[in-house]
Each structure stands twice: as C-alpha cells, then as structure tokens.
C-alpha cells in the first residue's frame, strides 16, 4: 500500500539501520496524514522533449508507544521511503522484504568473512613451503607467543603460591621471644 493510500489508524512501520549499531523496527499507527501541495520539477531528458514532472508528496504524523512522530515527508506514490539510515513503510510486506534483504546481506558478509579468513590462512602455509624466510618469521612469532603465554601462566602460579604463603603466615601461631 503506497503512502497516499494509508489513512488514519494504518499500521506503520519505522526500520532504522545504523552502521554499527544493533537494527531497531518501531511499529506504530498513523494518527494525522497530509497531502502537500504537489511539486514540479523540470526534467531533461536526453533525446525527448523536456517536460515538468509532478511529485506528491505526503506529511504523516504517528503514533509509537503512546508518543506522536512526525515523520519526513515522503512521496505519496511508493510504498517504502528511504531517508538515510532509516526507512519508512505503511506496508507489512514491505518491512518483511526490508528485514530480509538486511538479514541476507549480513548472511553474505559472515560468508565472506570466513571465506576471507580461510583465504588468508591459506596462503600463509603457501607463502611458508615457497618462502623459507616468511616460514622462519612466523615460527618465531609463534614461538614468542607461546613463551608469553607460559610467562603469564608462571607470572599466575606465583602469584597464587604468593598469596598461599601470606595465608599460611598468617594462620602460623606466633612465638612471642622470652
């Protein structure tokens, strides 16, 4: 249902998509709706005449949560507007499709990234059997990974035996000198 067919009391659905952030769906009603004015814009259009084309656009205002919203005006004539990070629909098909392009997307990309990482681990063991000198530096990063860790765990264990000790001191009677 495009936006100059929803009337007061349609459900509406506000998908927002920040990069970075966790994606939030608010669903709502519409309370108030306005037909603005239409627009005309000139248009070239290469190889035909040049002609004014008309724009309607619609001004919502709705209800999430008990609190009203005014939403950016959109035009009357399609079912989903986009407005940077977030999109707006009056159609539950329409945020279905929404969520699942998302959804399918974010699939691709944890795809790739265990391909990329797949990619990456591949071609240290080709760079190690082609190129003796990466095949050393690697084993010695290793190794020195491996120490460090045996140093953090020794570093613990001593900490413990330490705090051990402390205890035991002070659980030991004292021997007052005559």
């Known amino acids: 249902m495009d ?4 009337g007061n009391g349609s459900p509406f659905y506000i998908l927002t998509q920040a990069k970075g952030q966790k994606p939030t769906l608010e669903v709502g009603t519409v309370k108030e709706k306005a037909l603005l004015q239409p627009q005309y814009q000139l248009q070239a259009v290469p190889g035909a005449m040049n002609g004014i084309t008309q724009q309607q ?3 919502l205002i709705v209800t999430i949560n008990g ?6 005006d959109i035009p009357a004539n399609v079912e989903i507007a986009q407005k940077g990070e977030v ?29 990329n990482r797949m990619v990456i681990e591949a071609g240290k063991e080709m760079m190690g059997a082609v190129n003796p000198q990466y095949a050393a530096s690697v084993q010695q990063e290793k190794s020195i990974r491996d120490l460090q860790v045996r140093q953090d765990e020794q570093g613990k264990m001593l900490k413990d035996i330490y705090s051990l000790l402390q205890k035991m001191g002070n659980a030991a009677p004292k021997v007052s000198n005559p």
Request: proline content about 5%; cysteine-free; aromatic content about 10%.
């Open 3 to 6: 936006f100059g067919s929803l």
């Open 57 to 59: 656009n619609v001004r």
């Open 67 to 72: 609190n009203d919203r005014p939403i950016p």
């Open 87 to 115: 999109f707006y629909t009056g159609s539950q098909q329409a945020v279905i499709q929404a969520i699942d392009q998302m959804m399918q997307v974010s699939k691709g990309e944890i795809e790739r990234d265990a391909y």
